[in-house]
Nanobody, 130 residues
Framework: QVQLVESGGDSVQAGGSLRLSCVAS???????????MAWFRQAPGKPREGVAT???????TYANSVTGRFAISQEIAANTLYLQMNNLRSEDTAMYHC?????????????????????WGPGTQVTVSS
């Protein structure tokens, strides 16, 4: 069974950068299949938002609000998913979660429903002050 643990969240000033990591344990079998991995975020009082996705072919998608500032990547040998966040804004403040699912239907993009992902991490907090 896959388990995900995020890290790298912190409090930073606007304009700063952070790199989030998501380590997947028990995921060896997953990388031999088609999969979709994502970063979501949720701010207090707001709905969960898809931020970025990457699939087993390495194709990436981004929410409009982060395009050009965030970059999703993966290091399969280390079972790790990353989210590089640059030029952070106060509106990026949220709890960030990674998620993964076997990809056998639907799109792997930021419009994919969070409920369609099989496994979630507990999250890491990002706070950006202006």
């Amino acid at each position: 069974q896959v388990q995900l643990v995020e890290s790298g969240g912190d409090s930073v000033q606007a304009g700063g950068s952070l790199r989030l990591s998501c380590v997947a344990s028990g995921a060896g079998y997953l990388y031999r299949t088609s999969y979709c991995m994502a970063w979501f975020r949720q701010a207090p009082g707001k709905p969960r938002e898809g931020v970025a996705t990457i699939n087993s072919a390495g194709t990436t998608t981004y929410a409009n609000s982060v395009t050009g500032r965030f970059a999703i990547s993966q290091e399969i040998a280390a079972n790790t998913l990353y989210l590089q966040m640059n030029n952070l804004r106060s509106e990026d403040t949220a709890m960030y979660h990674c998620a993964v699912t076997r990809w056998d239907s639907g799109n792997c993009d930021t419009g994919r429903a969070w409920s369609s992902y099989a496994t979630w991490g507990p999250g890491t907090q990002v706070t950006v002050s202006s």
